[in-house]
C-alpha cells in the first residue's frame, strides 16, 4: 500500500467510526476513557521502555538538552498522562446540548444542538503527552482522531496510541476512532493536508516550520496554534507596584510558554519613573532587555533593539521594550507586530482600558493581569487541546466545547414554503 | 502595479480600514447603510447602463438565457437590492454583545465579547445583487470587504460598488472599506488566496470549479457555500398525503435552488403505496424521474438511475428516486451521497424521527417539513450572506452573527499566575 493510499484509508476508517462515535451516550464515552486510562497504567513499562529508545535515538542524532527535556516520559509524567484523562472524564459532555431553540410564525420548532465536528487530525511535535490528552478530548467530543506526531517520538507515540486504542476498545470504542500515521515522512503530513473528503479539521501544534508547511498545503479546513508575541502595555496612569508585577510574573514564571510576554511598552509618562525599577527586578531574573532609543536613554545599559525583536518570539529570558508616546501608539504597535494571542493593559483609567480592550485584536486582551492566564485550565474549561490564534471558530483556549460544531434539527407538522 | 501588488495593496488598506470599522457605534454604521442605499438610488440610471454593457457583451458571447437572466439588473431588482439594505439597517447590531460572562475563584472576571471578523473576501459569481446584499452585511457586522464578481457583471459590479462606496463615505465609512476587484483574470483570486496576512476569511459562492480552485489554494480560512444536494426520506410510518405535499414544495417550488431536493428515498414498506400517488403528482409538475431497480419496478415509466445521479445537484426538475430496505439504509445513502446541507425525513414515529436527526450528519436537519425552509430569512436571522456547507465556525444559514467571531476581555486586579 502507498504511504497515499494508506492514508486515505485511515480516514475512510475515522468517518465510519465518527459516525458511531457521534452517538454513543456520554456513560459510554466515561467507561472508554477510564479503560485507556487503565490500560496506560498496565503498560507502563512498555511505554518506558519505547520511550527509552526514543531517547537513545534522539541523544544519538544529538538533539538539543531542551528537546530531549520534552520528549522523556517519566513515571511521574504518565502518572500526569493518566490524571489527565479521568479529569476529562469528569467534564461535562458538550455533545447534545441546546444552544438554542425558537418557534417561527409558521409553527417551525428550530432547536441549534451541539454535535461532533466528526475527525479531526492533530499534528504535533515532540511532547508525547499529546497524543494522549489530545486523542482523549476528541474522543470525549465525540470525534475521531488521527494523531500524527513528530518522529523523534515515534515509539513512544505508537506505544501510548496503543494503549489508549486497546483500552477504548475493550469498552466499546469503534475501532479506527483512534489512529496513529506510522510514517514520519513529511509526506505523510501533505496527505492529510489533501484528505478533505474524509477530515474535517487539522490542528497543527508545533514550530512555525509545521505550521506554515499546512496553512500553505491544507484544503482541510486548519486552526492553527501558532506562537504568542504577548505585550504587557504600562500606561501613564498604571499602578507601578502591580505594574512590576504584572510584568515579573507574565516573562519569568515561565518564559518557555506561548502566553509569557515577549515585549513590553511603556507609555513616555512614567517612563523614566518605571523604567529604572523594572530593569532592577528583571536585572535579578537575569533577563536580557532589549530596549528602543528611548528606552535606552533612561537605561543605558539595555541592548539595542531592532525592527526583528518587535516580532520575535523568544520563549526565552529575554524581553523587547518599547517607550510609546500615547495609547494609540501601543495599540498599534500590538495589532502590528503581536501575534493576536493575549496582551494586557496595566491602568488605573476605564476609559484607557476600554479603548485597549476594544482596539487590540487579540484573543484574549487583559486589563490588570499578567497574560500567564490564557490557558484551559485558568479559564475553567477543565482542560485544552490548545490555543488557537485563528479567528474563526475558536479563538484562545480550546476545550471540550470548540471540539464541537452544531446543526439545525427543524420539527414541523407538515409545513412548506410558499 | 503587477496584478499581486494591486491584492496585496487592498489588503492593506482593508485591514487598516477594518481597525476604523470595528470600532464603529451602531448609529454611524446604520447611517452609512442608509447613505448606501441612497446612493444606489440616486445612481439608478447609471447602473442600469452599467448592467447593458454586461447583457450586451453576455449575449455577444453567446450566454444562456439562464445566465442572462442571472445577470439582469431591471428596477425591481434594484429596488429590491435597495430594501434589501433598508433591512439589513433594521437588524441588530451583533457587535459587542456578551456571549458569556463568568468570574474565577481568583477574582478574574471573564467576558467573551462578540467583535467583527476582520477582513472578509467574498468570491461569487453572475448575480450583481451580492455585491450589494454582501458588502452592506459585512459592513454591518463590521468587517472590511474585498469583493470578486463574476467577469460578465463586472460593470455592474464597479457600479454598485461605486455607489456603495461614495454612499458610506459620506457618512464616515473609512475608506477602503468596501473594495472590488477590478481584475477579472482568475489569478486575481489566487492573489486574493494567498493574502493571508490581510484576509481572515474568503467566502466562495459560486460553481464546483470556482469552490475547488479556492479550496486547493488558499492559505486563508474559507467557509464554502457549496452544493445542496438535499433528500427527503419517506418513513413507513409517514403520511402520506404530507409526505406528497412535502416532496411536491422540496422539488417543484423553486427547483434551481440549493436546497431543493434532488433524490427522494422511500422506505420500502409503504414504496407500492406511495411511489404511484409520486409519479403522478411529479408528472403534472413535469418532472423527470430517474428510479432505482425496486422503485422501477413499481412505476416502470422512470428512467434508470445510474451512479451519478445520487451524488447530483440538478437544480432543474429532474429527481432521483430509490427504495431503502429501512432508515439505516436511507442514513446511510444521506450521509454518504448528499452534500450535508438540507434532509428531511416524513415520518410518524418519534423514535424514527429521533434517529434520523442525530445520525444525519447535515447542516440542518428536518423532520416533517420541506427543506426548502433552509434560509436566513426563514429562521428569522433576517438576512444571509449564504448556506455553509462546511462544519467550522458557521453552519446552514449565515446571517450577521455568523460574520463576527469573539475575543476574551479578561478584568483583573492585579492577579498573576501562582
Redo the contacts between chains.
Keep these: 500500500m502507498s504511504l497515499r493510499e494508506e492514508i486515505v484509508s485511515m480516514g475512510r476508517n475515522a468517518r465510519a467510526a465518527s459516525?458511531k462515535l457521534?452517538?454513543l451516550s456520554s456513560r459510554r464515552k466515561n467507561a472508554i476513557l477510564q479503560a485507556m486510562a487503565d490500560e496506560l497504567e498496565a503498560r507502563r513499562d512498555q511505554i518506558l521502555e519505547a520511550n527509552r529508545q526514543d531517547m537513545e535515538a534522539g541523544r544519538s542524532v544529538g538533539l538539543s538538552s531542551a528537546m530531549l527535556d520534552r520528549l522523556e516520559l517519566t513515571a511521574s509524567r504518565i502518572d500526569s498522562m493518566i490524571r489527565g484523562i479521568r479529569n476529562v472524564t469528569a467534564l461535562k459532555d458538550p455533545v447534545g446540548s441546546k444552544i438554542s431553540r425558537?418557534i417561527?410564525p409558521n409553527g417551525?420548532e428550530?432547536v441549534k444542538v451541539r454535535?461532533p465536528?466528526?475527525v479531526i487530525s492533530i499534528i504535533y511535535e515532540s511532547r508525547p503527552n499529546v497524543t494522549a490528552d489530545a486523542a482523549v478530548l476528541c474522543i470525549k467530543a465525540g470525534n475521531s482522531v488521527i494523531l500524527r506526531g513528530g518522529s523523534e517520538a515515534i515509539h513512544s507515540n505508537l506505544a501510548i496510541a496503543d494503549a489508549l486504542q486497546a483500552g477504548g476498545i475493550r469498552q466499546g470504542l469503534p475501532e479506527h476512532a483512534v489512529q496513529i500515521v506510522r510514517s514520519t515522512d513529511r509526506e505523510a503530513v501533505r496527505e492529510l493536508c489533501h484528505l478533505?473528503e474524509y477530515l474535517?479539521?487539522i490542528i497543527p501544534r508545533g514550530g512555525e516550520g509545521l505550521i506554515r508547511f499546512i496553512?500553505?498545503n491544507s484544503?482541510v479546513?486548519?486552526?492553527k496554534h501558532y506562537k504568542g508575541v504577548c505585550h504587557v502595555y504600562v500606561d501613564e496612569s498604571a499602578?507601578l507596584e502591580?505594574a512590576i508585577?504584572?510584568c515579573?510574573?507574565?516573562k519569568c514564571?515561565r518564559p518557555g510558554v506561548c502566553n509569557a510576554i515577549e515585549t513590553l511598552l511603556v507609555h513616555q509618562k512614567i517612563a523614566e519613573q518605571f523604567l529604572p525599577r523594572m530593569a532592577d527586578m528583571f536585572r535579578r531574573h537575569n533577563v536580557e532587555l532589549r530596549g528602543d532609543e528611548r528606552s535606552r536613554a533612561i537605561v543605558p545599559e539595555m541592548k539595542a533593539a531592532t525592527e526583528e525583536d518587535w516580532y520575535a518570539e523568544y520563549l526565552d529570558l529575554i524581553l523587547a521594550v518599547r517607550v510609546v508616546s500615547d495609547l494609540d501608539s501601543a495599540v498599534e504597535h500590538i495589532?502590528h507586530y503581536g501575534s493576536h494571542h493575549s496582551d494586557a493593559i496595566v491602568t488605573g483609567s476605564d476609559k484607557a482600558?476600554r479603548r485597549f480592550?476594544?482596539?487590540v485584536?487579540?484573543?484574549?486582551?487583559?486589563?490588570?493581569?499578567?497574560t500567564?492566564?490564557t490557558d484551559g485550565g485558568?479559564?475553567?474549561m477543565g482542560a485544552e487541546i490548545g490555543i488557537s490564534t485563528?479567528?474563526?471558530?475558536a479563538?484562545?483556549p480550546m476545550g471540550l466545547e470548540e471540539l464541537t460544531?452544531?446543526?439545525?434539527?427543524?420539527?414541523?407538522?407538515?409545513?412548506?414554503?410558499e
Tied chains: 1, 2.
Design positions: 459516525r457521534a452517538i425558537w417561527r417551525l428550530i454535535v465536528i466528526g478533505d474535517d479539521l496553512t500553505a484544503r479546513p486548519v486552526i499602578d502591580m508585577r504584572i515579573e510574573n507574565a514564571q495589532n482600558a480592550t476594544n482596539e485584536d487579540s484573543a484574549t486582551v487583559y486589563v490588570n493581569a499578567s500567564r492566564f485558568e479559564f475553567g485563528d479567528k474563526l471558530h479563538r484562545g460544531t452544531y446543526k439545525y434539527i427543524i420539527y414541523g407538522s407538515g409545513q412548506i414554503r
